[in-house]
C-alpha cells in the first residue's frame, strides 16, 4: 500500500513539473495598433507562424473594436519560435482586405511596419522571434 502512494505521489510531482515547463515556454505577444484614421468596424489581426504560409494562411487570428488612435491586442500561450503578423482596418466589414487592380483600398500593415516594393511585404522583413520572455510589437497604419 505504501509503495502505491509512493508511486502516486511520484507521478504527481511529474505532472507538476511537466505542466510548469510548458508554462514556462508559453509567451504573450502584445500587439499595439496606432494611426488608426476611424472608430467604424474592426481591426482584424493575423499571426503567421511560417513563411510560406505568411499572407495566406493564420496561425491565429483575433479583431477588435476600431477605435481612433490606438487599441492593443493579445496572442496568448504562443510557443518560443518565428512568427510576423498582418492586420487591417475592414471598414465595411466584409471580413476581407478589399483590393483594386491588387492594390489595397482599407488601411493595413504588417508587423516591424514592413513595406512592400511592387508587392506585399516579404517575410524577412515582417518576421521576429518569441523567445525567453512576452514580446510588444507596434504597427502604425
Known amino acids: 500500500m505504501r509503495t502505491i502512494k509512493l508511486t502516486l505521489l511520484l507521478l504527481m510531482i511529474i505532472a507538476c513539473i511537466k505542466k510548469s515547463k510548458a508554462?514556462?515556454?508559453?509567451?504573450?505577444?502584445?500587439v499595439i495598433?496606432?494611426?488608426i484614421t476611424s472608430n467604424d468596424s474592426y481591426i482584424r489581426v493575423g499571426?503567421?507562424?511560417?513563411?510560406?504560409n505568411?499572407?495566406?494562411?493564420t496561425y491565429k487570428?483575433?479583431?477588435?473594436?476600431?477605435?481612433?488612435?490606438?487599441?492593443?491586442?493579445?496572442?496568448i500561450n504562443i510557443p518560443a519560435g518565428?512568427?510576423?503578423i498582418s492586420l487591417y482596418h475592414d471598414i465595411d466589414d466584409n471580413k476581407r482586405l478589399n483590393t483594386l487592380f491588387k492594390i489595397p483600398t482599407e488601411p493595413y500593415a504588417t508587423s516591424?511596419?514592413?513595406?512592400?516594393?511592387f508587392g506585399p511585404p516579404k517575410w524577412v522583413d515582417a518576421k521576429f522571434y518569441v523567445k525567453d520572455t512576452d514580446l510588444v510589437q507596434n504597427i502604425s497604419l
Open 61 to 75: 487570428t483575433t479583431r477588435i473594436k476600431a477605435k481612433t488612435g490606438s487599441v492593443e491586442v493579445y496572442f
Open 23 to 30: 508554462q514556462e515556454s508559453a509567451h504573450t505577444v502584445k
Open 112 to 117: 516591424n511596419n514592413a513595406k512592400g516594393i
Open 47 to 52: 499571426l503567421y507562424n511560417t513563411a510560406s
Open 54 to 57: 505568411f499572407l495566406t494562411k
Open 82 to 84: 518565428e512568427y510576423a
Open 33 to 35: 495598433i496606432s494611426n
